[in-house]
């Protein structure tokens, strides 16, 4: 740290640490996944009844979209509702398995692994972020 020009407070050090809570994500030697005290009320949820609520649990599920496998496939019909807005709230069967998809995908999350030279590792064979 010295070499860096890094200085910290050794009050406010917890050296060594096996794992570290940050921005909602768990840091430890496996790699990086959500926090599991943020992901454990994720099967709880329940489906959105407003366009303010949708737009929340979007906002959620963006924040952790690299530990959602298929997002983009996911999300889609769920970001279509939000484009009907101002509009009658129609919750279909399509939105309502997009829903289910991402809760599952979130609670179910891999842990990210940790930096190689080519990115970071994934559980899904081949790909890297």
């Given at each position: 740290?010295?070499?860096?020009?890094?200085?910290?407070?050794?009050?406010?050090?917890?050296?060594?640490?096996?794992?570290?809570?940050?921005?909602?994500?768990?840091?430890?030697?496996?790699?990086?996944?959500?926090?599991?005290?943020?992901?454990?009320?994720?099967?709880?949820?329940?489906?959105?009844?407003?366009d303010t609520?949708?737009?929340?649990?979007?906002?959620?599920?963006?924040?952790?979209?690299?530990?959602?496998?298929?997002?983009?496939?996911?999300?889609?019909?769920?970001?279509?509702?939000m484009q009907?807005?101002?509009?009658?709230?129609?919750?279909?069967?399509?939105?309502?398995?997009?829903?289910?998809?991402?809760?599952?995908?979130?609670?179910?999350?891999?842990?990210?692994?940790?930096?190689?030279?080519?990115?970071?590792?994934?559980?899904?064979?081949?790909?890297?972020?």
């Amino acid at each position: 740290m010295k070499q860096a020009g890094l200085k910290c407070k050794h009050s406010k050090c917890e050296i060594p640490r096996d794992s570290i809570k940050y921005l909602g994500r768990l840091v430890d030697k496996h790699g990086v996944r959500p926090d599991p005290e943020v992901v454990e009320a994720v099967p709880t949820l329940k489906p959105p009844k407003t366009d303010t609520q949708l737009m929340s649990f979007l906002v959620f599920a963006n924040y952790y979209r690299e530990f959602i496998k298929g997002y983009a496939d996911n999300i889609n019909p769920m970001q279509r509702l939000m484009q009907n807005k101002g509009k009658k709230f129609s919750w279909t069967e399509e939105v309502q398995v997009s829903f289910e998809n991402i809760k599952r995908e979130l609670y179910e999350s891999p842990v990210i692994g940790m930096p190689t030279e080519k990115g970071i590792s994934s559980r899904y064979p081949g790909h890297t972020l």
